[in-house]
């Protein structure tokens, strides 16, 4: 069973552009969760779609949002990028929605800013 | 604020050992849950304890969780060098999960 796969692994972008990146879950789970990971704040929660409806959302501005699609991989877009948007930004699917289960993660795409 | 502190923030120790790490979170919960995650990869589920348990076991991970006290603990017994890592524990708190900032173990041959 193939697990959590995030496109692409590494990304540079410049002050002020948008970054999409991708989330294809494991096979089955219909739950799919984003975070962000730096140094300073640790792991953040982004949101989480289940169904293609966001059911849970962290405290992160506008330009971070996301969406599901019918086949449960995801997207996640940030607009106007800043400095402080560097990161190792990782997925996790799960087959339910909430956190009452384990969450399988990807390797995660790093985003650097310049 | 932080909802999970793990403690210590980094620990070494001989192969062979055992390895004990803390969590202490503030607001009550529903379930904790125990993560690894190897240098530039993604996290890697350990095991999951609910509220109602106290203890819970998989293969040589131990976890206990205390509600009176609001803290969680993760023994690795006769540790190994693949277990080098950083380990977190997340709670789950009413619609989000927060992960506390970990504790690196670095086992030593």
């Known amino acids: 069973k193939a697990g959590v796969t995030q496109t692409p692994r590494y990304l540079i972008k410049t002050r002020g552009q948008q970054v999409t990146l991708s989330c294809s879950p494991i096979?089955?789970?219909?739950?799919v969760s984003w975070y962000q990971q730096t140094p300073g704040q640790g792991l953040q929660f982004l949101f989480e779609y289940f169904s293609e409806t966001q059911r849970n959302k962290g405290n992160f501005p506008g330009r971070f949002s996301g969406r599901q699609f019918s086949n449960s991989r995801s997207e996640m877009n940030v607009s106007t990028l800043e400095l402080g948007d560097s990161a190792l930004y990782l997925c996790?699917?799960?087959w339910g929605w909430g956190f009452g289960q384990p969450q399988h993660f990807g390797d995660g795409t790093r985003l650097s800013i310049l | 604020s932080q909802q999970g502190e793990e403690d210590p923030q980094a620990l070494s120790i001989q192969e062979g050992e055992n390895a004990t790490m803390n969590c202490s979170y503030k607001t009550s919960i529903n379930n904790l849950q125990w993560y690894r995650q190897n240098s530039g990869r993604g996290l890697v589920h350990l095991i999951l304890?609910?509220?109602?348990?106290r203890e819970k076991h998989s293969g040589r991970l131990r976890v206990t969780l205390d509600t009176s006290k609001k803290s969680s603990s993760l023994l690795i017994t006769a540790s190994r060098a693949a277990d080098t890592a950083s380990y977190f524990c997340?709670?789950?708190?009413?619609?989000?999960?927060?992960f506390g900032k970990g504790t690196r173990l670095h086992i030593l041959p």
């Open positions: 997340a709670t789950d708190a009413q619609d989000k999960i927060i």
């Open positions: 096979s089955g789970h219909r739950s």
């Open positions: 996790a699917s799960s």
């Open positions: 304890i609910r509220s109602n348990e």
